[in-house]
C-alpha cells in the first residue's frame, strides 16, 4: 500500500560543475542524518525512489528523516536537453556537485542510497568526504572494474543495441526482463520517449567512462538482479577489509528474493525492513518494531554497530585517522525472502 509523501520542496543548486535539482521532503533536523538518495541511469529521482518512500511501511523512516533527492544534471524530469557537444560532467565530478547540497540544506551528515551509477556516485563522495557520511545503502552496485575483453563487448553492443537497449540491460537482467514484462516495457517507453534522451545518453555514457574511507554500508542486490555475482563477490573482496584506503566496514548484504535490478520498485516492503535494521545498527529508531523478518536477523546483523540510546557509535574513520586499530569484523549476508 502506498501513501502520499508531505509536499516536497524543489530546488536548483549551483555547484562546481553546474546547476543541480534536488527535491527536499520534510524540514532539516539537525538531530539526525539527512537521507540522501542519488538514481540510477536511465531513471529519475522520482521513478527510481517514489514507490520506495510511498511505500506504507517505510513511512516510520520518512517521519523520522529529512529526504533529499538529487537528480542527476539534466536527468529530472522535465529538463531541457543539451546542446550538440555538450560536455557532460564525469562520474567524480558529480560527486564533487553533493557537497555544495549539504552546504545549501546546512546538513551535517547523510545517509546515502544509491541506485546502480547512483551507487558508484555515493561511494566516491564517500571517499572525499567520509566524515559527512554515516552510511550509505548501495543498491545493485557493479563494483567490478572492466577488462579489455569487457570494453569490447560494451563497443560491440553499443553498435547494435540503441542507448534505450543498452540502458535496459543495465536496470534488468535477462530473467527479470522475461518475469517483469510489464515494468521493463513501461521503462523502456518512458526512456526511448523522454525529451531528454540526449541528456540521458550523455549521464549513461558518463557512467561507462569511470575507471574507497570508511563508514557502514548495506549492499543490496536481488536474487535476479543483473549483478548479483559481482555484488556477492565484493564481500569476499579485500574492499570489504577494514583500513584507511577503503571504503567499506561491516558491510551488510540482503539478498532480496523475487527481486531483479529495481528492488525499491519490485520489492519496498524487504528492502524497507532490511532499511530499518540498517538504521537501528547505526543507532536510529531503537523502538521500531519490526514486521517482516525474524529477530534473529536483527539480533545478528546489529551486532556489528553499537547502539546506546538515540544514538551511539563508532566512528571508524576516526578511529583509524588517530592511530586506532579497529578489530576485524565478517561481513554479513542476509537472505531477505519474505
Not at 561507462?208 to 570508511?214: A, E, F, I, L, P
Not at 553499537?306 to 586506532?324: A, V, Y
Request: with cysteine; proline share 6%.
Amino acid at each position: 500500500m502506498c501513501v502520499t509523501l508531505s509536499p516536497s520542496q524543489e530546488h536548483s543548486i549551483e555547484t562546481p560543475h553546474g546547476l543541480l535539482h534536488v527535491t527536499l521532503h520534510g524540514t532539516s533536523n539537525t538531530r539526525r542524518p539527512a537521507i540522501l538518495t542519488f538514481h540510477d541511469v536511465g531513471l529519475d529521482s522520482k521513478s527510481c525512489f517514489s514507490p520506495l518512500f510511498k511505500f506504507e511501511e517505510m513511512q516510520e523512516i520518512v517521519k523520522n528523516f529529512t529526504l533529499v533527492h538529487i537528480d542527476a544534471p539534466g536527468q529530472e524530469e522535465g529538463a531541457t536537453a543539451y546542446p550538440m557537444g555538450y560536455q557532460y560532467p564525469s562520474m567524480e565530478q558529480i560527486a564533487e556537485m553533493i557537497p555544495a547540497v549539504l552546504t545549501y540544506f546546512n546538513f551535517r551528515t547523510v545517509i546515502g542510497i544509491g541506485v546502480g551509477s547512483g551507487s558508484y556516485i555515493l561511494s566516491r563522495f564517500t571517499m572525499a568526504h567520509p566524515d559527512s557520511v554515516e552510511g550509505l545503502v548501495l543498491i545493485n552496485m557493479d563494483p567490478e572494474t572492466r577488462g579489455w575483453m569487457d570494453w569490447a563487448a560494451q563497443k560491440i553492443t553499443t553498435l547494435t543495441s540503441s542507448i534505450t537497449e543498452q540502458i535496459l540491460s543495465h536496470l534488468f537482467s535477462q530473467e527479470e526482463m522475461s518475469a517483469n514484462a510489464d515494468l521493463v516495457r513501461s521503462h523502456r517507453d518512458r526512456i526511448s520517449k523522454a525529451p531528454n534522451l540526449i541528456n540521458i545518453e550523455l549521464f549513461w555514457r558518463s557512467y561507462n567512462r569511470y575507471t574507497h574511507k570508511q563508514c557502514p554500508v548495506m549492499l543490496v542486490v536481488g536474487d535476479q538482479a543483473p549483478h548479483e555475482e559481482a555484488a556477492v563477490s565484493l564481500l569476499h573482496t579485500p574492499l570489504c577489509q577494514c583500513n584507511t584506503s577503503q571504503l567499506f566496514c561491516h558491510p551488510l548484504l540482503p539478498q532480496m528474493a523475487d527481486a531483479g535490478g529495481l528492488p525499491q520498485l519490485t520489492q519496498p516492503s524487504k528492502l524497507t525492513e532490511a532499511f530499518k535494521y540498517f538504521i537501528q545498527g547505526m543507532g536510529y529508531m531503537a523502538s521500531s518494531i519490526m514486521t517482516r523478518l525474524s529477530r534473529s536477523r536483527t539480533a545478528s546483523l546489529s551486532s556489528s554497530y553499537s547502539m546506546d540510546g538515540e544514538r551511539q557509535r563508532s566512528r571508524t574513520l576516526s578511529q583509524s585517522s588517530q592511530g586506532g586499530q579497529m578489530p576485524p569484523s565478517p561481513s554479513h549476508t542476509m537472505e531477505v525472502s519474505c
